[in-house]
């Protein structure tokens, strides 16, 4: 029948371009110095005022301390052993309830490698929250360390908690005596 010779599709018209800035013209617009400012209206351009102290310059000098009082600082600002620290927070706890666990945590090696040491403190979470039947389980950053020892992928085998309960119903995970 009556087809066009180009298959039948008619072309539409092409739009005119819009004309874009070149890089060039850019560039000399820019260049283009700004109008230099009057010195009159300026505030900026006038010279500044001295300024002076509004009180005298006080020297400060070191009280001096007798030697006496000098080993009470030092005992007061020097830190508590480690230790110490651990059995005040314990003594504060006031002790509900306190097991001992040994966790054998060879399911855990099933999971993928870059996964394992965080699903080994899921699990812990988990299994002590299961015996002390409670929700609240903190674990102490020795025991975080001790899974965390050999990186991500290759938390231990077994490991050994103490698990303390207080009278709140809080439970928080610390290392076992001994492996």
Request: charged fraction near 45%; avoid cysteine.
């Amino acid at each position: 029948m009556g087809r066009s010779e180009n298959g039948g599709k008619e072309k539409k018209p092409k739009k005119p371009k819009k004309a874009k800035a070149t890089t060039k013209a850019k560039a000399k617009a820019k260049a283009k110095a700004p109008e230099p400012l009057e010195e009159k209206d300026d505030p900026v351009l006038e010279e500044p005022e001295q300024i002076r102290p509004v009180k005298p310059e006080i020297e400060e000098k070191p009280e001096e301390i007798p030697e006496e009082k000098e080993e009470e600082v030092k005992a007061e600002e020097a830190p508590e052993a480690p230790a110490e620290a651990e059995e005040a927070e314990e003594e504060e706890l006031e002790i509900v309830e306190e097991k001992f666990y040994d966790l054998n945590l060879r399911r855990i090696w099933n999971a993928p490698r870059e996964k394992r040491t965080p699903r080994a403190i899921r699990f812990l979470r988990e299994f002590v929250s299961q015996r002390m039947k409670t929700n609240e389980v903190s674990i102490s950053e020795e025991t975080n360390s001790m899974l965390w020892q050999r990186g991500i992928s290759k938390p231990p085998r077994r490991i050994r908690i103490r698990v303390v309960k207080d009278k709140e119903g809080k439970v928080i995970v610390f290392p076992g005596e001994g492996k």
